[in-house]
């Protein structure tokens, strides 16, 4: 396996995804923050390629999903073009040379340039973290599977907003074709080139 192969995703690391006082919130969400660090560390000294996914809204939620707009008119928006919610969180924030990734639903592909980036490296394989399970990593997983990526899921590098919604996505993923694998497993398959 070329390990330059492999793209490392960080999906949602965003401050109103990561906030208790955010309608957002993933309760996992900081917890993992740890783990991320790890593996993205291990990216940047190999020089592997690494994106960075957010999602972004207009101010007046004209591009925000139909079942979310009561939500977003209710708190005053989020996700918020140049807002502080809508940063990614300083202890993962990205380097001037990595990618990022703007979305406007779930899945990092839907109507965005994230696969003409991964053909361009020539990437076959996706480690995707970050949040949240039964959402945007699901939907992203789902995607890359069906554009034929080997998708891994780091397990203690990915939240929702409960350990129980937490499993029982991990194991449907697994069941979809997805590995499910902890940081420091995928780190070391990394390094002796066998993942």
Not at 84 to 97: C, F, M, R, W, Y
Not at 138 to 159: C, F, K, N, Q
Request: charged share 25%; net charge negative; hydrophobic share 45%.
């Amino acid at each position: 396996m070329d390990i330059k192969k492999v793209c490392l995703v960080i999906i949602d690391m965003q401050h109103d995804f990561l906030d208790e006082s955010s309608p957002l919130f993933v309760q996992g969400g900081p917890l993992i923050i740890v783990n991320l660090l790890k593996v993205l560390t291990f990216f940047r000294k190999n020089k592997l390629p690494v994106i960075f996914v957010r999602r972004i809204h207009r101010n007046d939620g004209s591009d925000i999903d139909k079942p979310r707009v009561g939500l977003f008119k209710s708190v005053g928006g989020f996700l918020l073009e140049g807002s502080k919610g809508a940063e990614i969180v300083e202890a993962i924030k990205p380097l001037p040379s990595e990618v990022i990734v703007t979305k406007k639903r779930w899945s990092a592909f839907f109507q965005t340039e994230l696969d003409l980036i991964l053909r361009r490296y020539q990437i076959e394989t996706l480690i995707l973290t970050g949040v949240q399970m039964p959402n945007c990593i699901r939907a992203t997983a789902t995607d890359a599977i069906s554009l034929d990526y080997d998708v891994v899921i780091l397990e203690d590098g990915t939240a929702s907003s409960s350990i129980e919604v937490q499993k029982g996505n991990l194991i449907d993923m697994a069941n979809m074709g997805a590995k499910i694998l902890k940081t420091d497993e995928v780190i070391e398959l990394l390094s002796s080139n066998a993942l």
